[in-house]
């Protein structure tokens, strides 16, 4: 094999690939859209109910409790990246391609509000699913003290926590795209997305699920999906996104030849 098959693309590239990928989602046709943020959807709520039940005895240890749960949420975003889906939070990166005017902003939105909607519908779906099949009773109460904690946080602590939430989400994502091989992928995406679950961030798809947990009305569920996705959309969009095009796509933005960048 030869070596250079073996190097993580470096970071100019990786820009190149992110700005290739929102080209590749904004032209995509209605129903595959429609179709892999369904997927998205369902793969986080899978991701959060294997973090509910993981977390369920926190026996040895708050600490370590919630790097176990990090770890298991991480299979969430593995799947959407190894088995192709469409995941709104990590969408946001498609701002590289919008300031680029690869794609218009109205194209970006657009694909948003499908993905966003999408995602909805996955992850409502797994949580009925996952009630109907009767495993919820052994972590249930733990999901409704996790799901009453976030409807009840206050909404300047949600959009924070939302802000951080994705910049660590879309980090992953950005980390991926200078990988070569799956496992590349995978140990991208393991420790970021372990931080923002360990930490306690908010994720707006993974409370689409979560929320479903608890005797809440609609308003109650839809304020705090709104928040948090707002904080996403900055921290994924400006905190990430922005600042990678900043740095390596805006015009007169320096290009790396060869080798590795620091």
Known sequence: MNKKDLEAFVPSEMAERAKASGIRKANRDLLSMVFLSIQAGAFIAIGAAFYTSVISDNSIGIGITNLIGGLAFS????????????????????????????????????CWFIVFIGNFIGAISISYLIKLSGQ?????????SIATKKIHSPASELFFSGILCNMLVCLAIWLCYSAKSVTDKILAIIFPITAFVALGFEHSVANMYLLQFGNFNFIQILENIMIVTIGNIIGGGI???TIYWILYLRP?????????EV
């Not at 990166?93 to 690869?102: D, G, N, Q, R």
């Not at 919820?136 to 409704?144: L, P, R, S």
């Not at 007169?252 to 590795?260: E, L, N």
Request: glycine share 10%.
């Open 75 to 110: 299979l969430g975003l593995i799947l959407v990246v190894i088995a192709g889906a469409d995941l709104f939070t990590g969408d946001t990166l498609m701002v590289m391609a919008s300031f680029s005017k690869e794609i218009s902003f109205k194209q970006m939105f657009k």
């Open 136 to 144: 919820d009773q052994m972590w249930i109460h733990q999901a409704v």
């Open 239 to 241: 905190f990430v996104g």
């Open 252 to 260: 007169g933005a320096p290009k790396s030849k060869s080798g590795f």
